[in-house]
């Protein structure tokens, strides 16, 4: 009996585009998200690109089924949630800031056990504690792995579980239970959004209890976020604001929202750009 061949899978190079077509492409898929189908004459003149530009653009985000074509221009497939191999592109600058910040509240002096989620912001913190000794860091996310996997002198623990795609983070019960079956000093947790009346929150209801089950065996949990969340809420709750100990954001967060969550007992650190 034959079988009909299936289409080769493309993957995602970030080293074959540049920095500045990176941003364009994230500049697309929010268009596209904002305010649905666009034509190519409408996103020629949003992006001031001339059309050979943006066909080429279009047939790499098509590639990676982050866009549909439609007749003279195209869709998003995306939802509200940007895929994690373009969320790298924002607030680089804040990002690592908030990570620098948020890795020096650790402590040296002892040994360490931490938990720590997906998320461009997160994997910039485990980048930051990459030299440290006597530190354990167990993560259900592919991008957090990746950042610290060569270093010898940290022990890393993976969890089990599915891959989602649009975070990188093994989600579902095989990743609950393996943080079920751990206790760690501290959760260090992205978010999708962060505000008082809502807590934390993600987009994928999977995802939320997965991270929730990872905070629940935590003494403490640092929430590390950028300002553009600050004051958010997204469908998928994973904790209330006031489960969290230690939020680290930058300037460009709500001053109020900032001291909304201050009120409920959430020490909050302005990492500072330069």
Known sequence: MSTAALPPVRSWQPSATSPR????????????????????????RELQVSPATLRRDMTHLEEQGLVSRTRGGARAN????????LRDTRSPVAKHAIAVTAAA????????A????????????ARELGSRRRLT??????????????RPNLQVIMTGGVIRANSFELVGSLAENAFNGISVNLAILGADGVSAAHGVTTHDHTEARTNHAMVSHAHRLMVVADGS?????????VADASA???LVTDASADPHELSELTSLGVTVHVARTR
Request: net charge neutral.
């Open 244 to 246: 969290i100990d230690i």
């Open 105 to 112: 509240l650790l402590p040296s002096d002892r040994p360490l």
């Open 137 to 150: 860091i167990v993560t259900n996310a592919l991008t957090t792995a990746a950042a610290v996997a060569a």
């Open 21 to 44: 077509r990176t941003q364009r492409l994230v500049e697309i898929l929010d268009l596209l998200t904002e305010r649905g189908a666009l034509s190519v004459v409408t996103l020629c």
């Open 229 to 237: 969340k600050i004051g958010q809420a997204t469908v998928a709750k």
């Open 78 to 85: 995306t939802g509200p949630e940007l895929p994690v191999r």
């Open 114 to 125: 931490v938990a720590i989620g997906g998320g461009s912001t997160t994997a910039e913190v």
